[in-house]
């Protein structure tokens, strides 16, 4: 199986901060990698597929990028409504697979 | 609009049965490939099963080989989750998705379904 390494963990950061998440395969993956958002309690929300093409009305202080093993997603300029929880996805081979989650907190 | 409405969570005893549904609307449910995801309770997401818009293919995961069985019936738009010999492993919200297209991404969720395995 291929193994999604997210970091950091866990981050604290201001409102108005960029964000920066990074996404690690351990074999290549070509574009085929997603970002998803999970509030408490809610589903999670997709944001971004194809490494770096966001999705219907996702705004655009998000975006991805990379391609191969290491990808990343920024948040331009965080907001309150950005405190989620993120997670990558390889959809290169079954199974998919998931990053462990990166927590995105208010400093 | 698309939505997608899990049911069929309890509390089930280990070794038992429990089959989940998911009601499709708001889009074209035959021609969409269609997946469980399961999140354990303070944990992150794990996939679970995929089934190929007609049902001609379907993946499972390593932990759920042979256990689950995933089924669509694409006259009523709802997707199934057959969970037989359940675990306390398996205790978690089951989620249904839409792939964009085959072999692709999944961009609508459910709102998720809580299975606990307890005796």
């Known amino acids: 199986d291929i193994q999604m390494t997210q970091s950091p963990s866990s981050l604290s950061a201001s409102v108005g901060d960029r964000v920066t998440i990074t996404c690690r395969a351990s074999q290549g993956i070509s574009n085929y990698l997603a970002w998803f958002q999970q509030k408490p309690g809610k589903a999670p929300k997709s944001l971004i597929y194809?490494?770096?093409s966001l999705q219907s009305g996702v705004p655009s202080k998000f975006s991805g990028s990379g391609s191969g093993t290491d990808f990343t997603l920024t948040i331009s300029s965080l907001q309150p409504e950005d405190f989620a929880t993120y997670f990558c996805q390889q959809y290169n081979t079954y199974p998919w697979t998931f990053g462990q989650g990166t927590k995105v907190q208010i400093k | 609009q698309v939505q997608l409405v899990e049911s069929g969570g309890g509390v089930v005893q280990p070794g038992r049965s429990l089959r989940l549904s998911c009601a499709a609307s708001?889009?074209?449910?035959?021609?969409?490939?269609m997946h469980w995801v399961r999140q354990a309770p303070g944990k992150g997401l794990e996939w679970v099963a995929v089934?190929?818009?007609?049902?001609?293919?379907?993946y499972y995961a390593d932990s759920v080989k042979g256990r689950f069985t995933i089924s669509r019936d694409n006259s009523k738009n709802t997707l199934y989750l057959q969970m037989n010999s359940l675990r306390a492993e398996d205790t978690a919200v089951y989620y249904c998705a839409r792939d964009m297209w085959v072999r692709g991404p999944s961009d609508y969720w459910g709102q998720g379904t809580l299975v606990t395995v307890s005796s």
């Open positions: 708001g889009f074209t449910f035959s021609s969409s490939g």
């Open positions: 194809a490494a770096s």
């Open positions: 089934i190929w818009y007609d049902g001609s293919n379907k």
